[in-house]
């Protein structure tokens, strides 16, 4: 087995642990620039993800994306970064990026519909979480943020429809419980 070949299945098993701290040490930015590894650069932007360190991140995402234009994950990630950086302009279009390569992939519509809710595009939200639904089919968050979007919107009776269909996909789903709630009695 090669070098980069081991050392990307160990830090894949640390990654799987939860180990970011072990990742990180792995992984320094001259031994990732020695190894030009696309797949490295991506799992340690994903690990910067997890610890809150969006700028390298974005970093990560950009260095595995200037190796392969068409690395999609990267793209995902950075848009998960930019997102949570409040630039949501960034990560539209790096999730659009992503759709382009992968049709069928439901977290992406979530989150791409997240970003276009926090700009107050509730109509593309509500397409992108349309999609999400018919992709993640027993999830009940594109159900509860659709119904958001249509609230905002003045579509109550929808924003219910959403919530009911949210709790009833997920009883625990105390969100989409407490929405409703608070929609009904307004």
Known sequence: MDETLELENKVTELFKQKKYKEVIELLPDDLLAKMNSVFLYGLRGRVYNKLDEFDKVIEDCNAAIKIQKDYDDAYFDRGV???????????????????????????????????????GQYDNAIDDYTTAIRLLKDDSYPYNNRGVSFYNKGEYDKAIADYEAAIKIDTKNSNADLIETNYLLN
């Open 81 to 119: 970064a930019w997102a949570s950086k409040g630039n949501y302009d960034k990560a539209i279009e790096d999730y659009t990026t992503v759709i382009n390569y992968v049709k069928d992939d439901g977290d992406v519509y979530y989150n791409r519909g997240n970003a276009w809710d926090n700009i």
